[in-house]
């Protein structure tokens, strides 16, 4: 650069500075390329196999993150923790495809950035899990793009939700063959290159869905270097900053839906134009180990674009200037995964991640109407009954689960050798118990309500479970110890509290002990099936089903939950249905005729997996 253009250019930025113009470095554009379901499956992630040439070269001039976190292993929770900057455990988006409340002034980033002068889309998918009652882009179409915005100096925030990556185009050989139709021969790959992972078995159909899985990789990677050319030809590389990340890890039994690394840990990676060298973490090209997690996506966006972070968000920036401290941990959460409830917790270090089962005694994988329709399942299960699975495979088909899980990340990646038992570790294992255990109280994790009572909560008051629980969180300290206790004394004390979902999950407690509760404890549970509240009165009927006699005067909770105008409230007495072959046989007729009517596919995903037991058949519902 000669001195003439140093001088210009610097007085160039003293004119705009004068002027009030804006000026790029101050406000970048920002493009965000978002996917679905991968896990760091890309050449420059080290996998040999992936044939990604335009990610490979992006992240060779950007920065590739590896310790990148979503905070829930499916889409819609992660997505609610990217829109908020909050965690889905602490807003009530935990829970698959649920409507929860916006928390009262909380402004969602492209809110802000609109505030701020930029002209935000999104292309297409949303899927928030918030019932939003306002428009918070200024276009979210498949016709949304950056070309439309006011005038070429207005600054732009846009994101990409690129689809076929997704786990219906690894299942569904139709939709994978139309997506994948122009794919080049030299960039597909063939079956018998494959690495079949432990947990899975070696079979022919397993490897073509797992050459599909690259073939669906190979074929984004193509998309997304359309639009990074289009992105040149609009003369926008240069003052653009790029995201590309993945909204949670690879759409296949142990993958999504669950908390190990192969269902939280994404692909991550950054460019940052030479023009915003001054906010480059490092050289590019640079691996970057720092910790990130995806309620640290809002803050970063924020701060990149000179904008006040909200005291609300519960992130931090990772990018950009003022940085705080790389933090130490990143959280994790499991809700419910489409029609099953199955709490789960997590924290994560570089080093070591530690997993909260609060609902051990529910087998590994339960029956998801979903993922077990699927050819990898079906493998899964015929292995199964052959009795050839793996010793790793055998997990995903075990009965229960542990109460608690330690994993040495950079010995064991994989996440095989439990070590939560391992006196060696006890110490790490107090650690991660008390940070998670705090992590609950700081955030007020609503996953220890019910979703039925905390959507009956949300219409009562009016209000967001978060704001809800920051007005009155005195009975938390209860529901933290119900949700985990064994002890009879305790539980009964539980069933006796003036909060209904401290009395649910004192009956849920007591289901799940392993031998029969005292004849006191019995005759408690058996008045809480007239209790005021219909879903505490549910989980006590459950826990007589197990620990009791069978009897017909257990149904009446079941068949008035299904009554109910709150369809989560419906969904548990279906569960119920489907956990008891005598409930279903009583039963019958009535839920035929729920299944017929109930407008949540969830409710009638169960019913239908119920009579298909009860009757030997094997019809299907989507």
Not at 55 to 69: H, M, P, S, V, W
Request: glycine share 4%; charged share 25%.
């Amino acid at each position: 650069m000669t001195n003439k253009i140093k001088y210009w250019g610097f007085i160039f930025l003293i004119y705009a500075a004068v002027s009030g113009q804006s000026v790029n470095i101050k406000q970048p554009n920002i493009l965000w390329i978002s996917i679905e379901d991968i896990s760091p499956d890309l050449g420059c992630y080290g996998d040999k196999l992936a044939k990604t040439p335009v990610l490979d070269e992006l992240a060779k001039k950007g920065f590739r993150y590896t310790n990148a976190i979503a905070t829930a292993p499916v889409c819609a929770p992660a997505r609610n923790s990217i829109i908020t900057g909050m965690y889905p455990t602490s807003t009530g988006g935990a829970d698959m495809r649920t409507m929860g409340k916006l928390p009262k002034n909380v402004l969602l980033y492209p809110e802000i950035l609109r505030k701020q002068g930029y002209y935000c889309t999104n292309n297409v998918k949303e899927d928030y899990n918030l019932d939003l009652k306002r428009n918070i882009w200024d276009e979210s179409s498949t016709s949304a793009h950056w070309k439309n915005r006011p005038s070429p100096e207005t600054p732009f925030f846009a994101i990409f939700n690129l689809t076929l990556t997704h786990e219906s185009c690894i299942n569904n050989e139709v939709k994978h063959n139309l997506k994948t139709k122009n794919l080049p021969e030299d960039l597909r790959i063939n079956p018998k290159e494959v690495t079949v992972p432990s947990y899975f078995p070696d079979t022919p159909v397993v490897r073509e869905l797992l050459a599909r899985h690259y073939d669906n990789i190979s074929e984004m990677d193509r998309v997304v270097g359309g639009l990074l050319e289009e992105l040149k030809q609009n003369g926008l590389s240069e003052n653009t900053i790029v995201f590309f990340y993945s909204d949670h890890g690879t759409g296949l039994p142990r993958h999504k839906r669950w908390l190990f690394d192969t269902g939280v840990k994404v692909p991550f990676i950054v460019y940052l134009p030479e023009a915003f060298k001054d906010l480059y973490p490092t050289a590019p090209g640079k691996e970057q180990d720092r910790l990130i997690s995806f309620v640290d996506l809002a803050p970063t966006v924020l701060n990149l674009a000179n904008i006040t972070i909200p005291k609300n968000m519960q992130g931090q920036a990772f990018l950009g200037k003022q940085l705080k401290a790389e933090k130490a941990y990143v959280f994790i959460g499991r809700g419910r995964m489409d029609e099953r409830y199955d709490m789960q917790r997590g924290v994560r270090t570089k080093k070591y991640k530690y997993i909260r089962y609060y609902e051990p005694n529910k087998p590994f994988i339960q029956f998801m109407n979903t993922p077990e329709s699927g050819p990898l399942m079906t493998e899964l299960r015929i292995a199964e009954k052959a009795g050839t699975l793996s010793p790793e495979a055998m997990q995903l088909v075990a009965t229960t689960k542990p109460k608690e899980s330690l994993f040495d990340l950079e010995n064991d990646p994989d996440e095989f050798n439990d070590l939560a038992l391992n006196p060696e570790y006890k110490k790490e294992l107090l650690k991660l118990r008390g940070v998670h255990e705090q992590w609950m109280f700081d955030v007020l994790d609503v996953g220890l309500i019910p979703e039925p009572i905390l959507r009956d909560w949300e219409v009562r008051h009016n209000a967001s479970i978060y704001d809800i629980l920051r007005k009155d969180s005195t009975y938390y300290k209860e529901l933290l110890l119900m949700s985990s206790s064994k002890d009879e004394k305790e539980l009964k004390k539980g069933l006796a509290h003036e909060n209904e979902a401290v009395r649910y999950w004192a009956a849920n407690g007591i289901s799940n002990l392993h031998s029969k509760p005292d004849s006191n404890l019995i005759k408690k549970l058996k008045l809480m099936l007239r209790d005021q509240n219909i879903n505490v009165a549910i989980a006590a009927a459950a826990a007589l089903l197990k620990h009791e006699n069978e009897s017909k005067d257990l149904l009446a909770p079941i068949k008035k939950g299904f009554k109910s105008k709150n369809e989560w409230t419906r969904l548990q007495s279906a569960l119920v249905v489907d956990d008891f072959s005598f409930v279903a046989a009583a039963m019958e007729n009535t839920i035929q005729k729920q299944k017929e009517s109930d407008p949540n596919k969830y409710v009638v995903r169960v019913l239908n997996h119920a009579l298909n037991r009860l009757n030997k058949t094997s019809f299907n519902v989507k």
